[in-house]
Nanobody, 116 residues
Framework: QVQVVESGGGLVQAGGSLRLSCAAS????????MGWYRQAPGKQRELVAA???????NYADSVKGRFTISRDNDKNTVYLQMNSLKPEDTAVYYC??????????WGKGTLVTVSS
């Protein structure tokens, strides 16, 4: 059984910062890609950032230069440092782990609210 738990969401004023964390525990093997997605009310879930096992990163255009994704392979943990937050960043943020054998794991989400 694999558990994926996000933390670090909350309410912040525009221009502020938050750091999200997400850890996977249990029988999970060789995580290839760790990613963060978000879903705002009335919108589809979208990719925010992803990082491969080799450290290559990919960001949505809307967060480039403001968000930084990182990972700790020993702890099966992925982080998302979010700076210069904007009201349009308000969403539920989900982490995702793509592991060996095509296994795909999602967290339940953490709410980020940015007030103007």
């Amino acid at each position: 059984q694999v558990q994926v738990v996000e933390s670090g969401g909350g309410l912040v004023q525009a221009g502020g910062s938050l750091r999200l964390s997400c850890a996977a525990s249990g029988s999970i093997f060789s995580i290839n890609v760790m990613g963060w997605y978000r879903q705002a009310p009335g919108k589809q879930r979208e990719l925010v950032a992803a990082i491969t096992s080799g450290g290559s990163t990919n960001y949505a255009d809307s967060v480039k230069g403001r968000f930084t994704i990182s990972r700790d392979n020993d702890k099966n943990t992925v982080y998302l440092q979010m700076n210069s937050l904007k009201p349009e960043d308000t969403a539920v943020y989900y982490c995702n782990f793509e592991a060996k054998y095509g296994m795909d794991y999602w967290g339940k989400g953490t709410l980020v609210t940015v007030s103007s």
